[in-house]
C-alpha cells in the first residue's frame, strides 16, 4: 500500500483530496495545524502541529515513510484577506517557512514525489489589466509582478521545489490553481473567497432586499469546482510532468454575473449594490492549453453546477447556525 502525507489536510482542498486518495486504496497522514472544520478527516492519522517549526517537522519526517507529499498547507484566505496588505507579513513569513521546511525535509527523508499547489495568483499585473482579454499562459509569469505578496511567495516557493527538483533530484509536480471553490470551503469570517462570500450574503439576504458586491463588479475571474480541482491533482501526480501548470476552469464570469447566478439559484428578487472593496487584477482566466497537452485533460464541470451544490450548501450551514433571512 502506498502512503501519502497529505500538508494542510485540515484545509478545504487538503480534507477533499485525503478522501479521495483514500479511496483510491491510499494510506493517507494529514497534518494540520487544525482538523477539518466541516467533517471529520478521512485520513487514517492526523497529526495537529505546526510546519514552521523545524523541530516538528524533524520529528514528523523521522517518524515515516512516505511514498507521495500533497504540500497545501499555507497562511491563504479571499481578496479580503490577501488584497488588503494588512496581512502580508504573516503571508509570507509563515508560507516561506512552511515550504523551506518541507523542501529540505523532503530530501533529506527521500520523499518519493513532491506535489506543491502554487496558485494563479503568481500571473503578472500587466496582463490581466484588461477583463476581457487577461492572458494566464504558463510561460507568461516571467518577467514576473504579481499583485499580492502572497503570489510572490508562491513564486518563490515554486522557484525553490523547482531548484530542489534540479540541485537534489526531487520529483516534484507543480500545479497552479485558479479559484477553487465548493462544499467545505471557508465562508465566513475573512477568509473566505468570492464564490462563498457571495452564496453567504444571497442566504443571509431578504427577499427583495440588496447584496453588495465588491468593485464595479466588472471585473472578471474563473472558477473550478473542487473535484476536479482534486481530479486535476490526481492526474498530474501520476504524470511524468512537473508542471507548472494550470489548474482552472477557462469558464470566465465578471463578479456581478457571478453574483447574478447565486441570486438566480436562491429564487430570491435581490440587487447588487457594487461597493468599494478589495479587487485584486481586473481580469483572470484559466489558460488551459499545456494542461491540453501535457495531461489530456482539462476540466470541464459547468460553473452553473458547481455554484448550485456550494449555494445548497452553504444554505444549510447558515441555518444550521439558526439564522433566517
Ligand atoms: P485552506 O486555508 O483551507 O488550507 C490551508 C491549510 O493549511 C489550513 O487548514 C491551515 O490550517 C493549514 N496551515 C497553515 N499554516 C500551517 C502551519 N504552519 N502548519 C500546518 N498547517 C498549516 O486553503 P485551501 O483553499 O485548501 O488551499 C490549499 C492550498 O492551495 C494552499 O496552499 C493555497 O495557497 C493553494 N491555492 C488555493 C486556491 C483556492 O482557490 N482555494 C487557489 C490557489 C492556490
Known sequence: MQTALVLGAGGFIGSHLVKQLKHEGYHVIGVDLKHPEFSSTAADDFIVGDLREQKFCNELFAKLKVDELYQLASDMGGAGYIFTGDNDARVMHNSAQINLNVAEMCVKHKIGKVFYSSSACIYPTFNQENPDSPLCEEKSAYPALPDSEYG???????????????????????????NIF????????????????????????????????????????????????????????????????????????????????????????????????????????????????????????????????????????????????
Open 152 to 178: 510572490w511567495e508562491k513564486l518563490f516557493s515554486e522557484r525553490l521545489y523547482l531548484t530542489y527538483a534540479r540541485i537534489h533530484g526531487l520529483q516534484v509536480r507543480i500545479a497552479r490553481y485558479h
Open 182 to 325: 465548493g462544499p467545505e470551503g471557508a465562508w465566513k469570517g475573512g477568509k473566505e473567497k468570492a464564490p462563498a462570500a457571495l452564496c453567504r450574503k444571497v442566504a443571509e439576504a431578504k427577499d427583495g432586499g440588496q447584496i453588495e458586491v465588491w468593485g464595479d463588479g466588472s471585473q472578471t475571474r474563473s472558477f473550478l469546482y473542487i473535484d476536479e480541482c482534486v481530479e486535476g491533482t490526481r492526474r498530474l501526480m501520476q504524470s511524468n510532468f512537473a508542471g507548472p501548470v494550470n489548474i482552472g476552469s477557462e469558464e470566465m464570469i465578471s463578479i456581478n454575473n457571478l453574483a447574478e447566478m447565486i441570486i438566480a439559484i436562491s429564487g430570491k428578487n435581490l440587487s447588487i449594490k457594487n461597493i468599494e472593496g478589495p479587487t485584486g487584477v481586473r481580469g483572470r482566466n484559466s489558460d488551459n492549453r499545456l494542461i491540453r497537452e501535457k495531461l489530456n485533460w482539462e476540466p470541464n464541470y459547468p460553473l452553473q453546477k458547481g455554484i448550485e451544490q456550494t449555494y445548497r450548501w452553504i444554505k444549510q450551514q447558515w441555518s444550521d447556525l439558526g439564522q433566517t433571512p
